[in-house]
Nanobody, 121 residues
Framework: QVQLVESGGDSVQAGGSLRLSCAASGFLDTRIAMGWFRQAPGREREGVAAISTTGGTDYSDFAKGRFTISQDNAKNTVYLQMNSLQPEDTAMYYC????????????????WGQGTQVTVS
């Protein structure tokens, strides 16, 4: 059974940092393409960062220079290091896995976690 479990969300002050984690289980392949997305109240879900099976990365413009996505293939875990957080980063953050390809298009993702809340004040 495929399962994605996010953790690390919290309430922080502007300028602070958080590290989100997403543990994936139930996949036969230890190398999987994963991504982070977020959804703020009243807004559509948007891509934050993505990582390919070979370590390639892509970021939305708002994440570049502040957020870093990384992956521990041995643990099937993806991380999102977020620095210089601002109130506009407040959202529910989701991780996801896609079976084919990689990138920030959420429509191509096949499995989703339940999300972890990030609040910046």
């Amino acid at each position: 059974q495929v399962q994605l479990v996010e953790s690390g969300g919290d309430s922080v002050q502007a300028g602070g940092s958080l590290r989100l984690s997403c543990a994936a289980s139930g996949f036969l392949d230890t190398r999987i393409a994963m991504g982070w997305f977020r959804q703020a109240p009243g807004r559509e879900r948007e891509g934050v960062a993505a990582i390919s099976t070979t370590g390639g990365t892509d970021y939305s413009d708002f994440a570049k220079g502040r957020f870093t996505i990384s992956q521990d293939n041995a643990k099937n875990t993806v991380y999102l290091q977020m620095n210089s957080l601002q109130p506009e980063d407040t959202a529910m953050y989701y991780c996801a896995v896609r079976r084919l390809g990689w990138g920030l298009s959420e429509k191509r993702y096949d499995y989703w976690g339940q999300g972890t809340q990030v609040t910046v004040s």
